[in-house]
Antibody
Framework: QVQVVESGGGVVQPGRSLRLSCAAS????????IHWVRQAPGKGLEWVAF????????TYADSVEGRFTTSRDNSKNTLYLQMNSLRVEDTAVYYC?????????????WGQGTMVTVSS | QSALTQPASVSGSPGQSITISCTGA?????????VSWYQQYPGKAPKLVIY???DRPSGVSNRFSGSKSGNTASLTISGLQAEDEADYYC??????????FGGGTKLTVL
């Protein structure tokens, strides 16, 4: 069964850092790019970042560029999101989502998300 | 990276058809056929229902269909059922090598 599972969320003060993880199973992790998407409470989905299958290419939304960094460890089938200089507006459920087999610009498998709350 | 524009809400009665529009720009929807649509129930993860404008993943009802004209993509749900009541989001790749979601549309089945 193909799945991705996020972890690492919690409550953090503004300006501090947090690292999220996304553990993948049921498929060849090193063959697929993977995305981070977030959803603030009561709001819509916002694309956050993408990393290519080999980690060579990363792209970010303007709202997190320079503060967030995504990386992956293909030997551990795990994706990471390092979030620095956190702001109140970064409060959201963070999802990781796998790129689709047959369509490289589509997200087909999503995790259940991990909640990040930025508050003093 | 402006969000794609969707109506905040649409509604329809069981058995009817509804269409949700998603308007972008020549740098995203208008440039690529890489528009996908996601269905999300409250408190749940999104689920893919349409990809590359018109294609339906295995297991998704054929009541769901997609189309595109210029900078606007559309999702149509025919034979509306109570279980279709959910939020729907469009998503597109952009010429800046980034991605963008629509603001989301709440579908109410009357």
């Amino acid at each position: 069964q193909v799945q991705v599972v996020e972890s690492g969320g919690g409550v953090v003060q503004p300006g501090r850092s947090l690292r999220l993880s996304c553990a993948a199973s049921g498929y060849i992790f090193s063959n697929y790019g993977i995305h981070w998407v977030r959803q603030a409470p009561g709001k819509g989905l916002e694309w956050v970042a993408f990393i290519s299958y080999d980690g060579a290419k990363e792209t970010y939304a303007d709202s997190v560029e320079g503060r967030f960094t995504t990386s992956r460890d293909n030997s551990k089938n795990t994706l990471y999101l390092q979030m620095n200089s956190l702001r109140v507006e970064d409060t959201a459920v963070y999802y990781c989502a796998k790129r689709m087999d047959t369509s490289p610009y589509t997200l087909d498998i999503w995790g259940q998300g991990t909640m990040v709350t930025v508050s003093s | 990276q402006s969000a794609l524009t969707q109506p905040a809400s649409v509604s329809g009665s069981p058995g009817q058809s509804i269409t949700i529009s998603c308007t972008g720009a020549s740098s995203d929807i208008g440039y690529y056929n890489y528009v996908s649509w996601y269905q999300q129930y409250p408190g749940k993860a999104p689920k893919l229902v349409i990809y590359e404008v018109t294609d339906r993943p295995s297991g998704v009802s054929n009541r769901f269909s997609g189309s595109k004209s210029g900078n606007t993509a559309s999702l149509t749900i025919s034979g509306l059922q109570a279980e279709d009541e959910a939020d729907y989001y469009c998503f597109s790749y952009t010429t800046a090598s980034t991605y963008v979601f629509g603001g989301g549309t709440k579908l109410t089945v009357l």
